[in-house]
């Protein structure tokens, strides 16, 4: 799970309220999950959440999982901006797991450099069941 690090000091106070709800939750969150939680905050408008997550997530201080249509703080903001990020996303209690694999991400890149294919970013889902809940079952 997302460890904490320091907060960044130049986060306008949307994208500070928006990260720390992320960073608080133990699942990813939907725009509207967020603006739930912060209404009593005083954020009313959708747009004021996607505006603060599409920053956040430009500054990798959160990720998009696509297949969630869901958001999650980085665990890591220090460690990669660019390379490759992989989550492991579990069915069962829906805990996602960032990690960064330095082995996928040299085979990727032999593989765009013999293809001639710039790579914008990677993003790896990889959906399961996490150990947690193997034990569980
Ligand atoms: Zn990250
Ligand atoms: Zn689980």
Redesign the pocket.
Known sequence: MAHSHDMPTDLTRNQELVLGTLTASSGPLSAYDILDRLRTEGLRAPLQVYRALEKLVDRGLAHRLESLNAFVACADAHCHRKGLIAFAI?E????VDEFADAVIESRLGAWAHAEGFKVERTTMEIRG??A??LKAA
């Open positions: 579990c069962g209690c829906g805990k069941r996490c947690q809940c």
